[in-house]
């Protein structure tokens, strides 16, 4: 059994359209495969042959049998584990399968560097890779290389707010990483996350309840929750197959579901706590949750305050800013699902909009609410030529047949720039970075047979500065308290490299490459707090303290209330992967 550490999954077009591998035995399978292998080698070699006179025709059918053989791959689900949920601690699991978008392609779009070489490869078999010089760069693939110069010259170049009312995906253009990442629907976090025709948490993400609270008093132990909650994984999505069978299902959760009421409650003592200290009797009680999801907590957090302080709950108003208008729904319907729920209605304003998009200026103090949302705010994508440390930013490219190519151009955007001139402005220590370490070593290192030309890359947190600029412009008397993931397992290769992963027949599958099909991959990222911290006091001038998740809860939960009868206790050991940042 398995309960996911990462509250999100998702699930890739390529795992079920292969008809040829319908009913297949593994045997059967493994010999179809060898036998492609083959048929790549011949083709292999009658390409070189003829590449000098007339490649297209070639290198066409080399990339058919080509996608032939990985679409075979992607169909060995070898994996054995419950089909409950995925796990976290020692019960992590995850299926070991290769890249669902092999066609995904790595470009180098350069002025003209003297120290270009070929890319290593990780291929089973010996890498079937050409590096080809081409005007204005040059272009590196892990498979022989699809010269995608003229397309990448020809291809307009689109943004995420430009493709918001789009109903189809997107081919024959361009975008930058984090357009190609964020939502059609909204500047927030989108093309793959947030698109309301295929977007993933448009049309994919149903997010777990766990129905009643567990009575924490009455569980043996960690291993006996893990179990009960594998029990009520398994009955909530059997409840919705009864509805709509579907395997490709994204569930996730979050703490304020597992452990409703009393994570939402350790919310509320500390923003009741601090409004009583600073602000109370001058000013209301003004909260704004970005990113509520099912409502669980806000609810809790109202339940709480009218419980525990009357006197505060008539002056307290809370506003959830909401990007997308199925969750914004939602959580309407569970405002008013209930007598004991409706009693807070006069309370509530539900703002269907991306934090991206708000324009109202709030002179009020007031408490900003944002957990688990900074995961999925876009990134960029910027490599790092090792001799000249020179900054290159992606570009990803789709073609006229849905594949993905990636290039990389020396010409950084502003928002990208600014990032780079801010982080070094206002970090004082030292930060993980491709360029970190002997200057020496990275170039003897890049000297090496197989090196490849530019560094590993780097993804930087543009919209979460983006963000931090939204605060400090339309909420200057904002107080935030964030919790995020500060690492995460099974990430791609990179500094500060997102999870990509997806959930087929109620397992996680993580994949090796963010360039995959939209709207079935969930795309989150680590948060480097040391970084971030420095980079929102050099925005807003606010100071602020970065707390582990665990010595938070410590402080604001009454950790009796989630014990078991061993002693141990899920609400601090769980997400030892996460800190909370708060402004003081």
Known sequence: MEIPMVRKNSKSRMILSDPECNGL???QVCSVIENTRGRLKDDKWTLERRWSSDHSDE?????????????????LWIHQSSPGCSGNSSLTGHVNLPDPTPLSRIGYLEGSSPHQRQQHSTAVDPPLEETRTIAGGKQRTGFFPLDKSEEYKRYPTVTADGLRTRRERPKRVKMLMRDFIEGLHTLLCGDSLYNPSYGYFSKQVVIFT????????????????????????TAFEDALDEKEFNETRQLWHTPTELFRPYYGEAIARYLVTNYKLSLFPYHDLLIYEMGAGNGTLMLNILDYIRATDPEVYARTKFRVIEISSSLASLQTQQLH?????????????????????????????????ALEVFDNFAHDAIRYDPFTEQPLQGTALVDAHGDFYE?????????????????DAACAGPYNHPLRGPRLLRRLRARMPLAGNLTEPEYIP???MQFFDVLAKYFPAHRLVTSDFHSLPDAVRGVNAPVVQTR?????????????????????FPTDFNVMEDIYRAITGKLTRVLSHEDFLKRWAYVEDTQTRSGENPLLSWYKNASVMITV
């Open 59 to 75: 290198c066409s059918g080399f990339t058919s049998a080509l996608r032939k053989t990985t679409t075979i791959f992607c169909r």
């Open 337 to 369: 699902r209930t007598a004991h729920s409706r009693g807070h209605a006069n309370k509530v304003d539900i703002v269907n909009r991306s934090i991206f998009d708000w324009n109202t200026y709030i002179s009020s103090p007031c408490f900003f609410l």
């Open 25 to 27: 035995e593994r045997h």
């Open 462 to 464: 543009t919209r979460l």
């Open 504 to 524: 087929y027949k109620r397992r996680t599958v993580p994949v090796s490459t963010p360039l995959v099909q939209q709207g079935y991959f969930d795309i989150l």
């Open 407 to 423: 290039f990389y151009s020396n010409d950084l955007d502003p928002v990208a720039a600014r990032f780079l001139r801010v982080r």
């Open 210 to 233: 766990p129905g009643e609270p567990f009575d924490f008093s009455t569980v043996r132990d960690e291993p006996e929750f893990h179990r009960l909650l594998g029990e009520r994984y």
